[in-house]
């Protein structure tokens, strides 16, 4: 094994590549035996003390005697709305509270894409286990402590704000700017202030589209890594592929569900999917997204993930439906690292079926990105009812440069590839940077559009 395995191509530090060699290149059999252990204590905690989950847990008819890890399929899923509902019930931290509210000692709200926004209440203990996960995670991209890193996540109230924690854990230099203030952003990056950023995969690629514009030599800038999470473009190669050659930059990609822990899997400078980083904290399985079947994690393998918090304290989760489609990549990595790696095919809700064949709009975004320059990276699919299966041809936004506002050949190729590369027809729409729409943030791949 070579000294680089795990390290990003100019970084010659003496450290260790990986944060907790004992646990993150354990056996799976170690990894299982520390994950059944967890859950025994975890079991018992949420018995003595959640009240929805007893109740839950009454009417799926689960008896009294302990579920296993190896039986935990036995257990009912939890849903999103079910965590809002117990929220609902008895504010504000909810049926779900297993701790004294005295002991919450610091709360985030979701970003509430679906409605109202939830609160996460943590403990103590659940700070540290989510920096630890965390910790692991950003490490894995190629973070160390010799990193200086550029993030745009406010302290609160979303959970990106827990990563302030994970960069002092590190030992990183940080460079703390206020989400949105892209000016700040570039003055930082080319004063060098940083060599790392840490940003959505729409705001990096807003970033290289515009410094390709305005910058001479953007590749320039003493930028050397670029680490994208909240959406699933980082892992797209067309989209990737350009944010690394406009900058000069390596892209590697991190995940994380807010209810469960907002870094959980990070992707390493092998940039061959992000690596399961929660281990004897989060439990993890693979399900059939319509059979709802659970599934062997291994090479190829598509379906939805599920967790359970094996640690947690203030709010435990048992099997909760993540809702992110994913392609396990591998099992095995030459970093060394034994988790699995998996990569975002996209969400549930966002997938539709055309004659049959399920499609997710990510597909879509990786044909539209190659159409670059005259295409800014960025397009969505209108959806006009919540049907799941649409009659082709369907309507594609695809966003533009001024120069391409109306240019009807540009929309006929795009069309042509989608249906040669995706099987299906669609009518695109081409529309100017301005009205599609902010690109700081996430970028949503589908619209609804309700029917005339
Ligand atoms: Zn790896």
Not at 99 to 118: H, N
Not at 134 to 160: C, D, K, N, Q, W
Not at 266 to 282: R, T
Request: net charge negative; charged share 25%.
């Amino acid at each position: 094994m070579s000294t680089t395995a795990g390290r990003l191509r100019h970084d010659h530090c003496e450290r260790d590549w990986i944060w907790e060699r004992e646990i993150e290149a354990a056996t799976w059999e170690e990894t299982r035996r520390l994950g059944a252990g967890a859950w025994e204590r975890q079991f018992r905690r949420i018995r003595e003390s959640s009240g929805f989950y007893a109740r839950k847990w009454r009417e799926a008819g689960v008896g009294n005697s302990f579920v296993s890890l190896a039986d935990l399929s036995q257990l009912p899923f939890t849903t999103k709305d079910e965590l809002r509902q117990a929220l609902e019930e008895s504010p504000p931290f909810g049926s779900n509270l297993c701790v004294a509210p005295e002991q919450v000692k610091r709360v985030y709200q979701t970003s509430g894409t679906t409605g109202a926004p939830s609160v996460l209440a943590l403990t103590r203990g659940d700070m540290e286990s989510w920096t630890v996960m965390g910790t692991r995670t950003y490490y894995a991209t190629g973070i160390h402590e010799h990193s200086s890193v550029l993030t745009t996540f406010g302290a609160g109230p979303f959970v990106a704000g827990h990563t302030h924690f994970v960069l002092l854990r590190i030992g990183t230099r940080s460079v703390p700017v206020a989400p949105g203030d892209t000016e700040r952003v570039v003055f930082g990056l080319k004063a060098g202030l940083a060599d790392t950023l840490l940003s959505t995969a729409s705001f990096a690629q807003y970033l290289a589209n515009r410094l390709e514009k305005s910058d001479p030599e953007p590749s320039a800038i003493p930028l050397t890594h670029v680490v994208t999470g909240g959406e699933p473009g980082g892992g797209i190669p067309a989209i990737r592929d350009h944010i690394q050659r406009v900058l000069g930059v390596t892209v590697t990609e991190v995940m994380g569900i807010g209810d469960v822990a907002p870094s959980l899997f990070g992707e390493c400078p092998h940039q061959q999917g992000m690596h399961f980083c929660g281990a004897g904290h989060v439990w993890v399985e693979l399900i059939d997204p319509d059979s709802h079947e659970p599934m062997e994690i291994e090479t190829g393998a598509v379906g939805e993930l599920v967790y359970t918090a094996l640690t947690r304290e203030a709010m435990p989760i048992v099997r909760f439906r993540g809702s992110d489609i994913v392609r396990i990549e591998g099992t095995s990595c030459e970093c060394g690292r034994t988790s699995f790696r998996q990569r975002v095919m996209g969400r549930r809700d966002d997938m539709f079926i055309v004659r049959g064949v399920n499609v997710y709009p990510a597909a879509i975004l990786s044909v539209v990105s190659e159409f670059r320059p005259r295409v800014t990276g960025r397009a969505r699919v209108v959806r006009s009812s919540d049907a799941t299966s649409i009659e082709p041809p369907i309507p594609v936004e695809v966003e533009v440069t001024e120069r391409h506002e109306s240019d009807p050949a540009l929309a006929a190729d795009i069309e042509n590839a989608i249906h040669s590369r995706l099987m299906f027809r669609s009518r695109v729409t081409l529309v100017p940077e301005a009205d599609f729409g902010e690109a700081g943030y996430k970028t949503s791949l589908s619209r609804k559009q309700p029917s005339p």
